[in-house]
C-alpha cells in the first residue's frame, strides 16, 4: 500500500491560514471518513489533532480543522502561531486487509 | 494519567531479534486496542502491526509480516513486539500507541530506537 501525498512543506506568517492536503484512493480516503492528522515536534511523539476527518480531541485548540473531498483530506490551520511550526501527517484507515497508512508528512514552517 | 512508557530498543546486527515492550499506565489497558508505530530516520511515520484488547485479531505491515510478532499481557498492563530476522530497514523509532480501531492514535508513548547496523 503506497503512502498518502502530502505536499513536503508549506509556510505561512503568523495569523495567517494554511492548509495541508492529503491525498489518497478510493480504497482509504475515499472510502472511509477515517481520516487522522498527528503534529509532531523533533525527538518528541506525535500527538493527535484530528480524527475522523473533522472532530477534535479535547484540549486542541479550534484554529485546527479537518474536512475531506473525494480522495482528498485537508487540515487549515488558522490564526497562525509559531508554536504551530511542526511536521504534520495525516493517515487513513484503509480496510481490514491494510489497516492504515500514513502520509509522508509536510513540514510546517511559520515565517 | 494516562501513560505509555517503550523500552527493549538497541543496537542489534542484521538478522539479530529484539523484543520491545510498551508499559501502560492511567487508563484500563485489557478495554484497549494498541498498535506499534515506527519512524525511521529522516523519513515518515509508518504503521506497524495492531491487536484487539483481548489479542485475539492481529494486523501487521507488509514490511514486517512473517517477521514480527505482537502480544499483549493484559494482566501486566503490557505490550510486545518480539522482532525476529531484523533487517537494516527495520532501523527506526518504534512508538506503541492505543489505537481506537479506526485508524487514529492517541495518546503515544515517547518511543524507543532500535538500530540494525553490523
Known amino acids: 500500500q503506497s503512502a498518502l501525498t502530502q505536499p513536503a512543506s508549506v509556510s505561512g506568517s503568523p495569523g495567517q491560514s494554511i492548509t495541508i492536503s492529503c491525498t489518497g484512493t478510493s480504497s482509504d480516503v475515499g472510502s472511509y471518513n477515517l481520516v487522522s492528522w498527528y503534529r509532531k515536534y523533533p525527538g518528541e511523539a506525535p500527538k493527535l489533532m484530528i480524527y475522523?476527518?473533522?472532530k477534535r480531541p479535547s484540549g486542541v485548540s479550534n484554529r485546527f480543522s479537518g474536512s475531506k473531498s473525494g480522495n482528498t483530506a485537508s487540515l487549515t490551520i488558522s490564526g497562525l502561531q509559531a508554536e504551530d511550526e511542526a511536521e504534520y501527517y495525516c493517515c487513513a484507515y484503509a480496510g481490514s486487509s491494510t489497516y492504515v497508512v500514513f502520509g509522508g508528512g509536510t513540514k510546517l514552517t511559520v515565517l | 494519567q494516562v501513560q505509555l512508557v517503550e523500552s527493549g530498543g538497541g543496537l542489534v546486527k542484521p538478522g539479530g531479534s529484539l523484543r520491545l515492550s510498551c508499559a501502560a499506565s492511567?487508563?484500563?489497558?485489557?478495554?484497549?486496542?494498541m498498535s506499534w508505530i515506527r519512524q525511521a530516520p529522516g523519513k515518515g511515520l509508518e504503521w506497524v502491526s495492531y491487536i484487539s484488547s483481548s489479542g485475539s485479531t492481529i494486523y501487521y505491515a507488509d514490511s514486517v509480516k512473517g517477521r514480527f510478532t505482537i502480544s499483549r499481557d493484559n494482566a501486566k498492563n503490557s505490550l510486545y513486539l518480539q522482532m525476529n530476522s531484523l533487517r537494516v530497514d527495520d532501523t527506526a523509532v518504534y512508538y506503541c500507541?492505543?489505537?481506537?480501531?479506526?485508524?487514529?492514535?492517541?495518546?503515544w508513548g515517547q518511543g524507543t530506537l532500535v538500530t540494525v547496523s553490523s
Open positions: 475522523e476527518g473533522s
Open positions: 492511567g487508563f484500563s489497558f485489557s478495554d484497549y486496542y
Open positions: 500507541a492505543t489505537d481506537a480501531g479506526a485508524g487514529w492514535f492517541d495518546p
